[in-house]
Structure formats: structure tokens, C-alpha cells
């Protein structure tokens, strides 16, 4: 019994330490923000940004609270699925290092990529609309576009690889 006492109190104290992720983020200065971040493993910083994201979409469109479970799950899903698709692209060449052959097939399957993107957007814009308004699919997606604006902002550069700069399909 002493065991099993103690082993539960491992789990549920393992639990609290691992849930410790619900600070008080707006109280905090900038300074306590960065150190608590550094210090989530990247899973957990991934897991952060996520719940940072859907509560900042979730305020920023006022999608009623009976919606919101049913809409952050297929908002989810969406993104998963868009970031699958681009996946499928490596965007890790130098073009003038290719022939025009390979230059052509890359360019092609950009082409492709860009469609599956958009068939995908409207596949999940049909979606959403089942549980919020279509003025607020709009929105989010012009929110979509200010978030990646202000990275890129914030990162003028784009993403530097050992082979120079990340190509966009």
C-alpha cells in the first residue's frame, strides 16, 4: 500500500511540475518571460507557442466558448495539415547551382505545392464556416497573414541555412 502511495505521489508531483506552464505571462517583465522559456524543453516551447497562438486567435476572432473546443481542434488540424504539405518541398537548394531541367521541376512543383495549399485553405475554410461565421474564417486568415508578416519582420533575413537563404515555393 506504501507503494502504491508513494508512487502516486511521484506521478502527481511529476504533474504539477510539468504543468507549471500556467504563469502569469502578462505580469511578468520580459526578462522572467525569456529566462522560463529557455528553460521548457522544445517540446514544451512548442507546446507554449501553440496554446499562445490559439488563445491569441481564439481572442482575436471571439469565437463563442461552446465553439471554441470544436474550432481549436479543426483550426489544428488545419495547420497540421498545411504544414504537411509544405513538407513535401525542400527548400534546401541554391537554384543557380541547378540545370534548367532541375530548375524547371522545382519551379513546377512549386507550382503544385502553391495549389495543394490553397485546395487545403478552402477545404478548411468550408470546415470552419460549420462552426464560426465566414467573417471570421476571413479574419483569421487575414490574421494568419499580419502573424507571418510581423515574423518576417522580426526576422528580415528569413531562415539562413548552411546553402544561403530559404527558398519559398
Known sequence: MKKILL????????GLNAQRTD????????????EI?????PEERK??????????????LNVDPDDKAEFT?????????????KSQ??????????????????LQQSFELGQKLLDNRKKYADKMQ????CQKVLKLFQSEKMMKDKMD???????MSASGPKQNP
Not at 47 to 60: H, Y
Not at 73 to 85: H, R
Request: aromatic letters at 12%; zero cysteines; proline letters at 5%.
Open 7 to 14: 508512487t502516486f505521489l511521484i506521478i502527481y508531483g511529476f
Open 23 to 34: 504563469y502569469d505571462w502578462k505580469k511578468m517583465d520580459p526578462k522572467q518571460r525569456k
Open 37 to 41: 522559456i529557455n528553460n521548457l524543453s
Open 47 to 60: 507546446e507554449l507557442l501553440k496554446k499562445f497562438r490559439n488563445n491569441m486567435i481564439m481572442d482575436n
Open 73 to 85: 481542434q479543426l483550426y489544428n488540424e488545419y495547420l497540421d495539415s498545411q504544414k504537411q504539405i
Open 89 to 106: 518541398f525542400n527548400s534546401n537548394f541554391d537554384p543557380e547551382t541547378l540545370t534548367d531541367e532541375e530548375a524547371k521541376a522545382k
Open 130 to 133: 460549420q462552426v464560426i461565421p
Open 153 to 159: 519582420e522580426r526576422n528580415p533575413h528569413g531562415n
